[in-house]
């Protein structure tokens, strides 16, 4: 798996030997709790108003809400008549903005374990599918700035969604910044083990109580309840 590196570090055993060169995470579900159905369908359909469609087929807001590709985007956007760009940019505006709102109100808030963060030396990046700015804002408000090297989420644009997660690309420019060969992703859906498989990178699924039951068709390398097993998990891998 690539060099091994020797890392001294406060609190460790001299020898703290990890097979990888950067560890990364997603945010949503990993870091942070993730955004509630009711409020990102409410974000959907008030982005739908906002462009002049009052009643939305339901079919509709949950395509929306299950990350369309460009194509199901322009298809969705044709049977109203709307311009696409102008619905993409109505649905990211309300989208982020129902977000901040809930980090604000202490609706969502970080995980107790993203202290567990701090203790593995590794480099470390996040890579989101959630808007860049919004990851900008979490990072910010929760003072985790300080505990990565990099950080990707994606621009407010129909061209971001054929490069998010499953695809490796934020990935892929998150390692190119750490200057990393190998690396494990942690993350909590079927996506996050593709895009790390994708990227010859190892993955750790992380199970919480939004996705306790989820059953993934692809395996991960690791699986665990909590960040606080990472260290360990790093060194012996």
């Known amino acids: 798996m690539g060099r091994i590196e020797t890392v001294t570090v406060t609190g460790y055993p001299l020898e703290f030997v990890s097979v990888y060169d950067a560890i990364l995470f ?25 462009v002049g469609v009052a009643e939305p087929d339901p079919a509709d807001v949950d395509a929306i809400l299950s990350g369309p590709t460009e194509a199901e985007l322009e298809d969705c956007c ?3 008549g709307l311009d696409p760009e102008s619905f993409w940019r109505a649905r990211e505006r309300h989208d982020e903005d129902s977000q901040l709102e809930a980090f604000r109100a202490g609706e969502r ?3 107790d374990d993203v202290e567990a963060v701090r203790t593995v030396p590794n480099p ?3 890579v989101s599918n959630n808007h860049h700015s919004t990851l900008e804002f979490v990072l910010s408000h ?19 969604l054929s490069r998010k997660k499953p695809r490796p690309h934020y990935v892929e420019r998150a390692m190119a910044d750490l ?46 309840e909590s960040l ?4 360990e998990l790093v060194e012996s891998a």
């Open 179 to 224: 200057g990393a060969e190998t690396a494990l992703y942690v993350g909590d859906s079927e996506s996050d083990v593709v895009a790390a498989d994708r990227a010859g990178l190892d993955s750790a699924f992380i199970r919480r109580e939004h996705n306790r039951a989820l059953s993934l068709s692809v395996d991960p390398d690791y699986e665990v």
């Open 109 to 111: 808030s970080v995980y």
């Open 124 to 126: 470390r990046g996040v």
């Open 142 to 160: 929760f003072e985790l700035a300080s505990l990565f090297e990099c950080y990707y989420g994606r621009p407010m644009s129909i061209e971001s």
């Open 228 to 231: 606080r097993a990472l260290p």
């Open 78 to 80: 044709a049977r109203y």
């Open 26 to 50: 997603d945010n949503d579900g990993v870091l942070v709790d993730p955004p509630g159905i009711e409020t990102k369908t409410a974000a959907t359909e008030a982005a739908f108003a906002a």
